[in-house]
């Protein structure tokens, strides 16, 4: 992403922090006028879960540019903790835990990094819960 | 010494990286056999980690100990000798991953593995002079090791964050003690840019690691200071297994009091990391009451010494993240040349 | 609503056209459908293609088109919809005859993806979701299809979904335009490296450059002219970007009610349609575009594909000319060989891939994961 466009989107890639529709629960990862799905005009500030399910995944062979280097990775489907539907790479997993069903958490990741003098880009990635501490 | 007033830990977070290679295999490559080795095996950050990536996950740790509101962080500090930009200070990054931007002040430090606890120093002069209400000291490294070095073997990769504020109920310990000890000596450095850090061999010995974490525990321990009986837990820099072994003999610290906080041998010498995951591991398990002395190491050279009394909320804090054996023992081992994948050395970026 | 007729029909072989270029393609598409057609004049232009701004730094493409084309004074647009681009060219070209502003109307749709890297053609088609999400994590277009797959195997099974790119292949034999007219057994299918696991790569499109045109003409141009017509209806509907964000996310809810939508314009009910050019961009997108659009229960799309009812000689004849796998998919041209195809069904000029007396054919274009559809009817006349 552009600087100024990475820069705006750093609350919802760095902590899942978005917008929740008041009307129908949607969540939306970027302040919006409208909600996307039911068309009303309020919304709460919500820290999504960081920990949830992995409901279907991915290993992808022959990716876009941008992340050639990184490949083979994996990329999930995941339902949080509180129903959210979210997707997410997949980093971190012994290939036997590389399953449905698997508890993950959201952590703190490089996702690119922009050539020796660009920018890196930093966001959320999912590894399966090794170790779960009582909630805060 | 100085003794210090009104300055407590309230949170603290460890974290180390999953993946480990074993001594015996960088040793299989350059023909080094196990007698020589200097630990057992080390941490290797994965390919999408680093300094900052670390850094967060021991600071959120910290936070959910804590019990905070992020945005009263007024100063959030990483030590570190891999900081991801030359340019650009990691602080703020690690801020804006927990929530804590906009904050007062977030330079990062550098003093080679003793800029982590060179940062809990200042923010403790923060916190004391109430210039913040909180402040996050994070010492954090994927240190680079020179292919075939003796360095090699145990440059590894960790992060440890500690919250400071002043003492209340919450509080899980106590910063009661503080001393430095700094001077010009050049065991070991690294120019802008050259790719690894240059040592001085057996001179990181007496004149650098042990002068100097010497004369900082004895500034602890000697005149009106504390007595050896007195403190549960010595937690020294330890680039290796010997060396904070050999520092507790040399000043009559009996080995069975600094076991528990030395971690060297399962992963390596995580740099600015590296005394403070030994701390970590000690609130993990220590008492109420007791009492830590913690003494870092930086070449270049310096060592900060600490005297910290563990108090009674740490029993139902503790367990409000995980603790860092859940680190120690979750691994994954790769060979030499994943190693070098993770490294960056096979695709230069 | 005048009704529309589509008068001429050209394409290009689908192929990696080292020596084409983008504009090259899409003037000789354009020139076959006007001779096709018998005209040499058009009221305006619609250029369909996705991605000449990432693969050829060139913007603009409605002019350049009419400047190629010699017709430079003639509007021309060029309409993007992700991959269903030459059938939003269509949807806008459609429009303007049929609300009578234009008499004739050329809409050509045309890609050259060889111009880029594999990985920059993947890059290209990841921009049919967020900046923010898909594209900044590397949640590719294959990824996407890949866990749309699992979900559908969980629920289903999905043994047959490989049988698409089977039947599609079978059809491809002999057709001069292309790109791989040859069979392709499943077993070859089955053993092809994954994409993006469970998808395997002989299940989705390949890569390839093409053109294709159509002209249309109104009621009252289409009486004069002598080439065969037949008549177009099409329709649109849009879902959220990332099939995660819908209700049910193994329904093209978009494909469900573009097909509704212009079945009713097209007074025909799904009895009555004799093919369907399915967008088979993957199997598993086949399978959801057939069970979306009410043609098969859901999960038994790839059972009708196994058991050989979508064969030419089948109860569903699909994909009649190979279809988005075989005949290949141009991106922006994409749709655009699927309405002439249909167009060439329809007026017996099918040759050897003739569906016999097909009196209407439905084509299926997707933007994105089912972001965008269209859905069009071309009927005998």
Redesign the interface.
Known sequence: ?RVP??W???P????L?GWRCEHCG?FH??KPLLC??CRSRRFSAV?LPRTGRL????????????????AP?A?G?IELDDGT?V???L??F?SEELR?GVRVEA???????N??EGL????Y?FRPV?????P? | MVRVGGVAIRGYGGYV??YRIRAEEIGRIWGVGAAELPVGEKSVA?????V??MA??AA?MAL?RA?IDPRKIGAIHVGSESK??AVKPTGT?VA????ANPSKLAADFEFACKAGTEALSLISGLIQTGIIEYGLAIGADTAQGRPRDALEYTAASGAAAFILGKPDRQAVALIEAWSGYVTDTPDFWRRPFDRYPVHAARFTGAPAYFKHVVGAVKSLLDGDGYSIDEIDYFVFHQPNVKFPLAAAKMLGIPKEKVLPGLLSDKIGNTYSACSLLGLVKVLDQAQPGQKILLASYGSGAGSDAFIIKVLDAILERR?????LD??LE?K?YIDYATYLKFRGEI?R? | MGKVFIAGVGFTKIAEHWDRSLDGLLVEASLKAFDNAGLSEVDSIYVGNALAEALQDQMHLGAAVAEDLGLARVPAFRVEAAEASGAAALYAGFNEVASGRADAVLVVGGEKLSDG????V??G??MGG???????????F??LN??LY??YC?RYGCDNLASFPVMSHAHAEGVAHAQYPFKLSLEKVLSS???????RRLEVSGIGDGAAAVILVGERLAGKLKSPLSQLQVASATD?L?P??RESPLRFQSVGLAVSLVLRDARLSRNEIGFIELYDATSIMAALCLESSGFADPGKSGELAARGELDLGGSLPCNTFGGLKARGHPLGATALYQIAEAHLQVTDQAGRNQVDSAGAGLAIAIGGVGATAFASIVKRV
Do not use: C, H, W
Not at chain 3, 117 to 120: A, C, K, R, V
């Open positions: 992403m466009s990475y705006r989107n750093m919802f890639i760095y902590r922090s949607a990862p970027v996307r799905r820290e409901r279907a995944y991915t290993i992808l062979r022959s990716p876009p540019k941008e992340f050639k280097d990184l990775y990329i489907l539907r997707l997410g790479q980093t971190d012994r449905n952590v703190f990741r490089r996702i690119r990094v050539g020796e890196i880009e930093y966001g990635k090794a170790r779960e501490a009582s805060p | 990286p999953r994965g390919p999408d980690e680093d900052a990536t967060v996950e959120r959910r019990g991801p930009y990054i804006e991953a927990i929530g367990d409000l993240a995980p603790r859940s680190f979750d994954i695709l970026r | 890297l594999p990985e920059e993947s890059s088609l990841m967020r900046p923010y999400y898909e594209s900044f994590i590397g949640a590719d294959y990824s890949a866990l699992r979900i969980e490296p994954f994409i993006a696991e469970p998808l959220r990332n995660f964000d």
